[in-house]
């Protein structure tokens, strides 16, 4: 088995330089080596190395790869090493139990579906599920259709594109995972069912485009489904163009210090840097300021890679806790973001150090909608 990941993830490429070490946030308070990983993993054929508790630190937030001078993949590698401890029936009982979520009810929070669209009720959306008709289809996610702070940012972000002018319905229901934390968590098989029955759904309601709350969503859909005839967006890159185009114009100001944490999904894994800081500097009086470790050097928050359902060792400083103390010393007002994780981590991080109040976490959707 070790031999067939080796190759499939050319590992025998591996230099063993360390930068992708050296690059991964994680490491920053300790748990995870990668570099470390994949030789006592690949090079000693030991998969009991990855057995450790620390190997479901990785939040897969791709920083590795993206410094291999090699090209390499490590953050896939890890995916892969997770695949083949799932089949040996060795994975974290939280993240069972969110498999079988996703499995079973379509989340992974294992919530009953038939109270998916409820945060929608009375808000007059279309229901694409029941019929109706739409240019574009709204995928809530998982944490946006049943987390009630994440709530607030659907129905921030389709207030906005109401005012604006755009038609658009939602999937009701009938809308379940788009499976990207379920491949993060080695479970190939089902993100493949997945895969399979959320397509075919969006082709029996004749959906041609298809706009995101998430990245990790927008991440799955627009990497891994590949499908040619449906054009794929995050909320940023849309609502960044009906800004442009006029379609979108704002009649308030916030007199707010905002910072922006570069979402992994987003950022590192699909180059979208510019759209949300074009959105935040639009909204009149944002004074905007950049973290020090921004757009690729952006600091991961540890809400990915099926970190929502895996603690995760508690070595060193959560990442979270970093960046929020980073804030702070910035003087911001606010830390805007583009992910439902990142928001959930960053909020909780600013409790935890007992910041709330003092400084705010939203999502970008919320900020505009203030300022329509
Ligand atoms: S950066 Fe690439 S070549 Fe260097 S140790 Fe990591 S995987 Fe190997
Ligand atoms: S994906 Fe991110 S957290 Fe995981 S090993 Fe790579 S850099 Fe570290």
Redesign the pocket.
């Known amino acids: 088995m070790q031999q067939g990941l080796a190759e499939k993830y050319e590992l025998f490429g591996c230099m063993q330089c360390g930068k992708?070490t050296a690059?991964?946030?994680?490491?920053l308070r300790g748990p995870?080596n990668?570099r470390r990983l994949i030789r006592e993993v690949m090079i000693d054929r030991n998969l009991e190395a990855a057995a450790r508790p620390e190997f479901w630190d990785?939040?897969?937030?791709?920083?590795?790869?993206l410094r291999c001078p090699r090209g390499l993949e490590?953050?896939e590698l890890?995916i892969g090493i997770r695949g083949a401890l799932i089949e040996e029936g060795r994975i974290p009982a939280t993240a069972r139990d969110a498999l079988e979520g996703v499995f079973k009810h379509g989340n992974p929070w294992g919530r009953i579906r038939s109270k998916r669209s409820e945060w929608a009720a009375d808000l007059g959306i279309k229901d694409l599920s029941k019929g109706d008709k739409a240019d574009l289809l709204y995928f809530v996610c998982c944490a946006a259709s049943y987390d009630p702070r994440v709530q607030e940012v659907a129905k921030a972000l389709t207030d906005s594109l109401a005012k604006a002018g755009v038609d658009f319905g939602i999937l009701g229901n009938e809308e379940s995972c788009c499976g990207s934390e379920v491949r993060r968590m080695g479970e190939e098989g089902l993100f493949e069912m997945l895969v399979e029955d959320n397509l075919k759904l969006f082709h029996e309601r004749g959906i041609t485009k298809v706009v995101t709350t998430s990245p990790h969503c927008y991440d799955a859909f627009k990497n891994k489904y590949q499908d040619s005839e449906i054009e794929f967006q995050h909320y940023t890159q849309l609502v960044a163009d009906l800004i442009s185009q006029g379609q979108l114009t704002f009649s308030k100001e916030l007199n707010k210090v905002v910072t922006y944490h570069d979402p992994c999904y987003l950022g590192k894994q699909n180059s979208i840097y510019d759209e949300p800081r074009y959105i935040l500097k639009s909204i009149p009086g944002i004074q905007f300021v950049d973290f020090d470790r921004c757009r690729e050097r952006s600091l991961?928050c540890e809400g990915g890679?099926g970190r929502m359902w895996v603690e995760g060792t508690d070595a060193g400083e959560r990442l979270s806790g970093i960046r929020i103390r980073d804030a702070v010393e910035m003087g911001v007002d606010i830390v805007a973001t583009a992910c439902p994780f990142c928001l959930l981590t960053l909020e909780d991080a600013a409790k935890t150090a007992g910041l709330d109040g003092k400084i705010e976490i939203k999502d970008i959707m919320e900020l505009v909608a203030q300022a329509i």
Do not use: A, N
Not at 23 to 27: A, I, L, M, T, W
């Open positions: 992708c690059g991964c946030p994680v490491s995870l990668i990785c939040t897969t937030c791709s920083t590795c790869s490590p953050h890890i991961c890679g």
